[in-house]
């Protein structure tokens, strides 16, 4: 009845969490202050960004789903992601989870109060003889209040305080007593220490630490995914807008072959050739139309929007792309990756839990000795107040012995622990050797892409060219259907291509950063290239 309330619950818990994350989180590199919030998002308020004015011709009748759509950059699509992606919030909540467990352990290394009471009435009615009714009751009360506490040494002290809380009421005699006790226990071999009695602390402890490095390195993964979805959403549209060029332009060269088959300058069969081209590149549209539409459905699952909104994106991020290329050498970078990753952090302190277990499980081999402290102070029975005798009062004083003879359970347990040690050392190896291959196959994969993306500039100044002359050889009457065709898919590929390239480019990039643990992050999501030193993206 006299619990607190919800609210004051939450805020007693949120207070004591954040406390400990913000100590915690000072220690890892760019955790930042986003771990200090879990509340739910308020709906989305799109009135806030300003809408689009132009009108793609491209979508053809599926144009209403740019209609008065609000434009989200880059930037804002990452502000969305962080405070709205479903997924995003649960890796928050389960750091808070973590930190909330180890206010519980804590908990056991301070005095920890109880408190608590009974009372029972007893009534019975009993006839004797003719009319005599005869009533007794009793009624019988207690309480007792203390507390107890574990000592980082594995020493156990309890204190109790037990009474009839009835004489005090009554101002009766009666049998009850009131006591104060004291009890100690300390073990001496196994069990005794810092190191094994504060093994749940300490792992709790670093359990917190391990859930901020591994959420700080999420945030970096979370980021580049988003960009990733962001920048392939345009791509699907330049995709759909280039199959639209390439429909749009094929069919002018459809109705010029038509006029002049119909003037017998031009074979039925080359003619029937370029009307199933020219279906094949409708439908080359109608599908990038609808891959458009789909890769904005799951940008909007991503960042937490409804999939009802109509939105746009910004083409300034698409513009602003550039080809750079990294500072300094591969073993560097391999270097820099080794120092900086968060979940290598987690892998390397993992290993220093597995060999103090190993120690604990040492000691837990030796014969269990706890020495045992007893210590009461009873009141006068004869008195109605509350008044504890000191003379009156016992005291123990003993060992309490297990020789542990049958040592097995431990022989086993000790084994087990050193072969989880061995393991935790292996996993440690191969981590590192997977953080140096991400860094050489992201090194790799950023000199093909800046390569790819200069190919496929030289390969649209060709196909240009070469559309170019197939045309000019058509409209003389000296070209064929199939070079026309072949020339004007070749064309609408390598357009493809240089936008693709583009944004690959800039993707393979963000991953290098992101295996190297430079990628740092920004509250809203924006990133900062700590070796550039290039402003955030979106501003």
């Known amino acids: 009845m006299s619990a607190c309330s919800s609210a004051t619950y939450k805020k007693w818990a949120d207070n004591e969490v954040f406390g400990l994350l913000r100590k915690k989180a000072s220690k890892v590199p760019n955790s930042g202050q986003s771990l200090l919030d879990i509340t739910p998002p308020q709906p989305v308020k799109m009135e806030e960004l300003r809408k689009s004015t132009g009108k ?66 007893n009534s019975s009615k009993v006839q004797s003889g003719v009319n005599n009714l005869v009533r007794s009751s009793t009624l019988a009360t207690s309480a007792d209040v203390g507390f107890s506490t574990l000592t980082r040494t594995g020493a156990r002290l309890a204190t109790n305080l037990t009474t009839d809380f009835l004489r005090f009421i009554t101002g009766g005699r009666d049998a009850g007593t009131s006591q104060l006790g004291f009890a100690l226990t300390q073990p001496l071999l196994s069990g005794a220490g810092y190191l094994a009695a504060s093994e749940t602390l300490t792992q709790g402890e670093r359990t917190v630490l391990y859930a901020i490095r591994n959420f700080t390195q999420y945030r970096k993964t979370f980021a580049v995914e988003v960009a990733t ?23 002018k060269t459809v109705e010029r072959e038509t006029a002049m088959a119909e003037a017998n300058l031009r074979s039925k069969s080359s003619l029937g050739r370029l009307l199933q081209s020219q279906i094949t590149f409708q439908r080359s549209w109608l599908n990038a139309l609808r891959s458009y539409e789909q890769a904005l459905d799951d940008l909007k699952i991503q960042l937490g ?145 800046r390569k790819q993306y200069e190919l496929a500039l030289r390969g649209l100044e060709i196909s240009t060219s070469r559309l170019e002359i197939e045309e000019a050889f058509n409209a003389e009457g000296q070209g064929t259907a199939i070079d026309l065709v072949d020339a004007q898919r070749d064309m609408n590929t390598t357009r493809d291509l240089v936008i693709s390239t583009r944004i690959n480019h800039t993707l393979v990039r963000l991953q290098l950063w992101r295996d190297m643990g430079v990628l740092f992050i920004e509250k809203d999501g924006r990133w900062v290239d700590v070796l550039k030193e290039e402003k955030p993206k979106g501003q």
Do not use: C
Not at 86 to 99: I, T
Not at 237 to 247: D, K, Q, S
């Open 56 to 121: 793609a011709d491209f979508l053809g009748d599926r144009a209403f789903v740019e209609e008065n759509a609000r434009v989200v950059d880059l930037a804002e699509a990452l502000n969305f992601a962080v405070h709205r992606n479903r997924n995003y919030l649960l890796q928050k909540e389960l750091v808070y989870q973590a930190a909330l467990d180890l206010t519980l352990t804590r908990q056991q290394y301070t005095p920890i109060f109880t408190g608590g009471g009974s009372s029972t009435l």
């Open 305 to 449: 929007l409804p999939v009802k909104e109509r939105i746009v994106l910004d083409y300034k991020d698409m513009d602003e792309l550039e080809i750079l290329n990294p500072k300094g050498t591969l073993e560097e970078a391999v270097d820099t990756g080794l120092t900086g990753r968060m979940d290598l952090w987690n892998t390397r302190d993992r290993v220093e839990d597995a060999s103090r277990r190993v120690l604990i499980s040492k000691q837990a081999t030796l014969p269990s000795v706890n020495s045992l402290i007893n210590y009461n102070i009873l009141d006068n029975p004869d008195r109605t107040d509350f008044s504890l005798i000191s003379r009156n009062r016992s005291t123990s004083l003993g060992l309490d012995l297990d020789l542990n003879l049958n040592q097995k359970p431990e022989r086993n347990s000790l084994r087990v622990a050193q072969i989880a040690e061995q393991r935790a050392r292996r996993e440690l190896e191969l981590a590192e050797e997977n953080v140096r291959r991400d860094v050489r196959a992201g090194w790799r994969d950023l000199e093909v892409a």
């Open 229 to 251: 979805q962001y920048f392939r959403a345009i791509q699907a549209r330049e995709t759909a807008r280039n199959a639209h060029l390439a429909y749009i332009a094929f069919n």
